[in-house]
């Protein structure tokens, strides 16, 4: 995979700032979680970013996230299997930047 682009990177660190949890902002770890699966999405980054909450205002994860706005089509998978698919850099990217933009302008208004 291409190393990411500064346009990419300023636009997660944008979503960075605007994401939270249900203890306030990202903490560190959390943030480098992210980070790992956008340089390198890989079924490990992946299955350890996917559950993290990005939004506690819309309440959703970085996969719900991904698969509202960033066209990724995986909705299950089998607990103890491999994810069958991971997404990509781009739909990662779309899925944070549109996941954690604050109502009243955030989601109803971005599909």
């Known amino acids: 995979m291409s190393e990411i682009s500064q346009t990419e990177l300023l636009s997660f660190m944008d979503s960075l700032d605007k994401a939270s949890n249900t203890l306030g902002s990202l903490t560190p770890d959390v943030r480098a979680r992210l980070y790992a ?59 944070l930047a549109l996941g954690t933009i604050p109502f009243p302008f955030g989601p109803s208004e971005a599909h």
């Not at 819309?58 to 996230?65: K, R, V």
């Open 37 to 95: 699966v956008v340089e390198n999405p890989t079924q490990e980054t992946w299955n350890d970013a996917y559950s993290l909450m990005v939004s506690e205002e819309q309440g959703i994860t970085l996969w719900q996230a991904v698969v509202r706005y960033g066209n990724y089509k995986v909705y299950r998978r089998e607990a103890g299997e491999p994810w069958p698919q991971i997404p990509t850099r781009e739909a990662i990217l779309r899925g």
